[in-house]
């Protein structure tokens, strides 16, 4: 059973720059979320897809979106960076299907991004 | 939103000792799990206990839904278990995902 993977692991971007993160959910589990982490605090939910449709989202602007393929991958874009968006993001999958917030999360490694 | 209060902030023990970690929240959840941060930043999943007691090894979790707790007990710490432990809780009503919310994690520091 592989786990969930992230690339990059680290990235640094610049001031009103775009990136995208790429996570791989673990086998089976066709639900993934994506969690921003500012240093010091405890993660902070951004959104989450169930069969290629985001279906929960947290109090992010929408210049943070994403995307779920077919295979249950994902990808996280956000648009003109803000240096306040310098932070640990992470990936979670869990495997019910139903998108519910009553599911464990399996996390990654995460993704470091530096907004200079 | 539920807000969610993790105690102590910081803690550091000497190797072999016990300790145990509290987690607040404000409002009643369908869902709560305990994650240990290792230095490295993966989030490892303890425990999903919503309710109830589990015990995996030397670590065993407690939550009191109705008092709206829970606790992590480590038992004979090691210096691997140093990091960050996170409380994170979410109330799933049938509708979209709001997805959990964490608290600000407990650092323990093991010594040896």
């Known amino acids: 059973e592989t786990g969930v993977t992230q690339s990059p692991t680290h990235l640094i971007k610049t001031r009103g720059q775009q990136v995208t993160l790429r996570c791989s959910s673990q086998s089976g589990h066709n639900t993934v979320s994506w969690y921003q982490q500012a240093l010091g605090q405890g993660p902070q939910f951004i959104f989450q897809?169930?069969?290629?449709?985001?279906?929960g989202r947290g109090n992010f602007p929408p210049r943070f979106s994403g995307l779920q393929f077919p295979n249950y991958s994902s990808e996280l874009n956000v648009n003109a960076l803000e240096l306040d968006d310098s932070a640990l993001y992470l990936c979670?999958?869990?495997?019910?299907?139903?998108?519910?917030?009553?599911?464990?999360?399996?996390f990654g490694s995460g993704t470091q991004l530096s907004v200079l | 939103g539920i807000q969610v209060e993790q105690s102590p902030p910081d803690l550091i023990l000497q190797e072999g000792a016990n300790s145990t970690l509290r987690c607040n929240f404000s409002?009643?959840?369908?869902?709560l799990q305990w994650f240990h941060q290792n230095p490295w930043g993966q989030l490892i999943n303890l425990f999903y206990?919503?309710?109830g007691t589990k015990q995996n090894g030397r670590l065993s979790a407690t939550t009191v839904a109705t008092e709206r707790y829970s606790l992590l007990y480590i038992s004979s710490s090691q210096t691997t278990d140093s990091g960050v432990y996170f409380c994170a809780v979410g109330l799933y009503s049938g509708g979209g995902a709001d997805g959990l919310t964490f608290g600000k994690g407990t650092h323990l520091i093991i010594q040896p």
């Open positions: 897809y169930y069969r290629e449709e985001e279906n």
């Open positions: 206990i919503p309710s």
């Open positions: 409002d009643s959840v369908n869902n």
């Open positions: 979670a999958s869990s495997s019910t299907g139903r998108g519910a917030t009553n599911e464990k999360l399996f």
